[in-house]
């Protein structure tokens, strides 16, 4: 008990203890928040990856010879599966602003939007196709560094990883490639 003495008496020396207990609380605020914000990241990022290896390997189905003569093209939503779960909560009103204070928010919100419109039927064109163009825009953040390369690899399957680093070491074209220019 005496030792404890010592300790507030020679905390009381530096300032008022409410003082010193406003700055601990400052602190555990910021790394709190910044605990918080690393948690997101890794959520979206792996929620990101698991929707591009499901998109990538539903159009490789769908445009693959066997696919193709089954009209599978026309139902290339049927069997995608694609998760918002970790989208939705954080795009939530209540963490938005939590969302939009990481560097990467933008290209996440673009990504998304991109995820999204394979689902819209209401959209023109094909969905395998939007499918393309989501898979381009994950590539295309990733080539330009708008999304961290080491994280995504973190949270990464294997497979979904070893597509993206062929991707990375030039062993394979962004999706960009192909898709019509016009």
Known sequence: M??????????????PVSIISGIG?????VFSSERRKRRMREQLYREISNNNQKT????????????????APFRFNEKLDLSFAVWNFYNDEKRRELLFELEEAEAINRIY?????????NLSGYAHV??????????????????????????????AW?????????????????LNPL
Do not use: W
């Open 2 to 15: 005496a030792d404890f003495a010592k300790v507030l008496d020679s905390i009381s020396k530096f300032g």
């Open 25 to 29: 609380g400052y602190f555990t605020r």
């Open 56 to 71: 990538v390997v539903q159009v490789n189905l769908v445009t693959s010879i066997t696919g193709l003569k089954a009209g």
């Open 113 to 121: 939007d991109k995820f999204l419109a394979i689902l819209n039927e």
């Open 130 to 159: 939007r499918g393309k163009v989501a898979a381009a825009e994950v590539d295309d953040c990733l080539l330009d560094g708008t999304l961290d390369r080491d994280l995504y690899r973190k949270v990464s399957s294997p497979q």
């Open 162 to 178: 070893g597509y993206m680093h062929q991707l990375l070491t030039g062993g394979r074209e962004s999706n960009r490639a192909y």
